[in-house]
DNA sequence: GCAAAATAGGTGTATATACGCCTATTATGA
DNA sequence: TCATAATAGGCGTATATACACCTATTTTGC
């Protein structure tokens, strides 16, 4: 072990980068009354359409089980709501139009924070940031 | 609302890079019953020495709070200490040689999985994505 | 010297995260 | 057909995360 090798930890730097990033974009949204999470997957339910619970986990790349808990406000806050599947196993997932306003009304405070941090990032490192956090997950599920 | 204006977000993006990469980090450690956190944790004490639990939020850019609760199964596992500081109001972490034995153990498991992430993403784009993670950091703090 | 501000840190609460394990249902193949 | 595998999803538990609020102590300015 030299000098602080771990500094560079791939996991961690990506950790804190998404705790002050988030920190930024949840007090953007905190009028909304929206966690940035929950702004995703809302947005997700928009323009994805209903989906059932398995299928939305694999579009967040998030734990089906993780998403089961995070749903769970959203339902009680009437955001979205789950329904009967295809088959008595699946349940689908969709945005009510309670969700679909809030979303609307999150979304420019959104726009103002993502164009927040672009500025301070700058276009083009914003963009290869994005494509190398894909290649990350890419890595990480194919490896 | 553009079709799926939102899948750029930063901070999205961001957490669910981290989420994949933890798991793959996690299940890496996991012979050494460290987490990734726990293992950035244990490794900036043994790098930055005993540190006041305030500065050791700051250092992992990490919510003072947070670092209160993720102190406590490194402090139950003996792996940590936190002794008076030096003035009563202060408390100085600091690794215990359980903890530093543990570290080493379980420095060969990060050494492997980050080199399996350094693979597959290439050193040079390994990189440029600390680089812009950093940037990302300083973003949101100064912005 | 002392009141106010700054610093240090914890607790209550809520969401975010995921592993292991469980049940229920559907699909498959001999 | 029917046993088995595959699929879908929840729950218990534990860590990770941070805000609002609280107490205690120290520092600062007059």
């Not at 940035?36 to 997700?44: M, N």
């Not at 405070?109 to 164009?115: D, E, I, S």
């Amino acid at each position: 072990m030299d000098v602080n090798e771990a500094a560079g930890c791939v996991c961690f730097n990506l950790r804190k980068a998404a705790r002050a990033v988030t920190q930024l974009y949840d007090a953007a949204l905190e009028p909304s009354g929206l966690r940035a999470t929950q702004f995703s997957l809302l947005a997700k339910l928009h323009f994805e359409g209903p989906l059932a619970v398995s299928r939305l986990a694999e579009a967040m790349v998030m734990d089906r089980t993780t998403l089961t808990r995070g749903l769970q406000p959203l339902e009680r806050q009437g955001l979205i709501a789950v329904a009967a599947g295809r088959d008595r196993r699946t349940r689908r997932v969709r945005l009510t139009a309670r969700g679909r306003k809030r979303l609307t009304q999150a979304f420019p405070l959104w726009r103002t924070v993502q164009a927040r941090v672009t500025r301070g990032l700058g276009a083009a490192r914003r963009g290869r940031l994005l494509s190398e956090l894909d290649m990350a997950v890419s890595a990480a599920q194919g490896a």
